[in-house]
């Protein structure tokens, strides 16, 4: 892993964002009624790595506690405000550390969070397109970001196991 990469990481764990990973920037294809590509190049010119960093927002307080500088929360369907604030506070982790370090940074909510995440090795898909991941199950939100640097990434394949078997997303 790149020393940059291997050190972005490492804050952002120290500082409290749950899971990060790095993927490449490899158009993402969504699949739907109609199939829609996205091209993290288009975000950022240069782009050269897709950033994925995860959250907890398991809902027992007493297993996460809020500490300054490091907020958890509860995430439901009206608690938009926690989720806002902890991607925030994620973006802002990630874009000191590479800005510092000569590099542009963009947050961006184009690009599928969680196929970015399985993507990047953080998890995998479960069914009802819930991504699972080793520690915190699914209890995760996530926050993706496109940068210039040229960090070490890695490259998953999506599998979607579903009533009608298994398939394969690039």
Do not use: C
Not at 1 to 29: N, W, Y
Not at 89 to 108: D, H, M, N, P
Not at 131 to 157: C, F, I, K, N
Request: a positive charge; glycine letters at 10%; aromatic letters at 8%.
């Amino acid at each position: 892993m790149s020393k940059i990469g291997d050190r972005l990481k490492k804050e952002a764990i120290a500082a409290g964002i749950d899971l990060i990973g790095i993927t490449s920037t490899e158009p993402f294809v969504i699949q739907g009624e109609k199939e829609r590509v996205v091209d993290p190049g288009e975000i950022l010119k240069d782009t050269r790595s897709v950033i994925v960093g995860g959250f907890s927002i398991y809902n027992k307080l007493d297993i996460l506690p809020s500490e300054p500088g490091r907020p958890r929360g509860r995430f439901s369907s009206y608690g938009i405000r926690v989720y806002m604030q902890m991607r925030a506070y994620t973006e802002k982790v990630i874009k000191q550390f590479l800005r510092k370090e000569g590099f542009k940074v963009v947050s961006t909510m184009k690009i599928p969070a969680k196929l970015a995440a399985v993507r990047a090795g953080l998890g995998k898909y479960g069914k009802n397109a819930v991504v699972l991941t080793e520690r915190l199950g699914s209890w995760v939100m996530w926050e993706t970001l496109v940068t210039d640097a040229p960090l070490d990434y890695e490259d998953h394949s999506v599998k979607i196991s579903g009533l009608w078997g298994v398939r394969y997303l690039s």
